[in-house]
């Protein structure tokens, strides 16, 4: 279906103020307060050009005109969630109670696939750690597949239903399922996917695949939940992200599940950290590719050199060298994020 007069021109401002730092108030951003004083603010239209003029507006310096129009995008955006908090404590719990009721062995692979799995709170990095290896010349970079999420999903769905079923079983139906889908993607060995929320499945990952991959991209976690709270994602899922507090529980839910991952797998998470990602680039990129087992390839130095097509909320920022002082941007808001400050274990 082709997108309507408004639906094209929020889309080019959009894609304009993402690729761009605003620096002046002009005749296009009037242009933008017009068009978003006429359109249903609970419209899909009308949260995409709220948050769009919040970016805007937060480029300007504007911080309570920009926080003012996130507080009013969430309580719109949130109207078209279905899964919530709620859901996300019942999936978490179910799956420690699959992997602390008995030991689970791992399966043996049969398979010249190299799956490297990235995954972290959303906003934590995920992206530009991605967009570094997808520039080596052995790596595809997979994006954010849901290969994953949709049979784990299917199999916590039925431990709730029947909690005799034995994981055991069905490790091997994960590995073909999942190589299958690597294997439609690309022939190369190497492959990345880069879907966040595995870090829920990472019992189901390291069980059925106990020589994957595993990078956890860790941020600092206030530049992490506000980085979320003034991002509209997509689609239905992802309710928690509309609201400070429960962006902070959700952050708390993951630290506590990494927490239990580390100490189920001792030794197979690699621990990368943004902030050191980003004043260290050359050491920290060394050592990304010693763990992933490749040669050194200057090109992961030069990502945003990479044409890949990224359809991620950072597509703008992997097409930059690296930067840095993002992780202190909450800063300048912390007089409106005490609720989120609050409620995070880490403060």
Not at 162 to 176: F, I, S, T, V
Not at 330 to 343: D, N, Q
Request: glycine share 6%; net charge neutral.
């Amino acid at each position: 279906m082709p997108f309507t007069k408004t639906q094209q021109s929020i889309l080019d401002f959009t894609n304009l103020a993402d690729s761009q730092r605003w620096t002046d108030r002009n005749e296009l951003l009037s242009k933008m307060e017009s068009l978003y004083s006429g359109i249903d603010p609970a419209s899909q239209e009308g949260v995409v050009l709220c948050f769009t003029l919040a970016k805007i507006y937060d480029d300007l310096g504007e911080i309570d005109k920009c926080f003012s129009m996130l507080c009013e995008g969430n309580k719109q955006h949130r109207k078209g969630k279905t899964d919530t908090i709620d859901d996300a404590r019942t999936t978490m719990s179910a799956v420690r109670q699959i992997f602390s009721i008995r030991p689970i062995a791992s399966q043996q692979v049969s398979s010249d696939c190299q799956p490297i799995f990235i995954l972290g709170m959303p906003r934590s990095g995920t992206s530009l750690v991605e967009q570094i290896l997808a520039s080596h010349k052995a790596v595809h970079g997979g994006g954010e597949l849901k290969i994953m999420g949709q049979w784990c999903f299917e199999y916590v769905k039925h431990f709730q239903n029947h909690r005799d079923l034995k994981l055991q079983g069905y490790l091997a139906q994960l590995q073909n399922h999942y190589f299958k889908g690597l294997k439609a993607l690309t022939t190369k060995k190497y492959v990345t996917d880069k879907m966040p929320v595995n870090f829920l499945w990472l019992g189901f990952i390291l069980s059925a695949f106990p020589d994957a991959k595993i990078i956890h991209t860790m941020r600092n976690p206030m530049a992490t939940c506000w980085s979320i709270y003034k991002s509209p994602f997509a689609g239905t899922s992802n309710g928690y992200s509309c609201s400070q507090e429960e962006i902070a529980e959700f952050h708390n839910l993951y630290t506590d599940l990494m927490s239990f991952w580390r100490s189920a797998f001792p030794e197979k998470i690699y621990d990368l950290h943004y902030e050191r990602l980003t004043t260290n680039q050359v050491e920290e990129t060394r050592k990304l590719l010693d763990y992933c087992g490749l040669n050194w390839d200057s090109a992961c130095l030069e990502f945003h050199k990479n044409k890949r097509k990224v359809d991620t909320m950072s597509w703008a920022q992997v097409q930059l060298p690296m930067y840095q002082g993002s992780s202190e941007a909450w800063k300048r808001f912390e007089k409106h994020l005490t609720p989120m400050k609050s409620i995070l274990n880490e403060y």
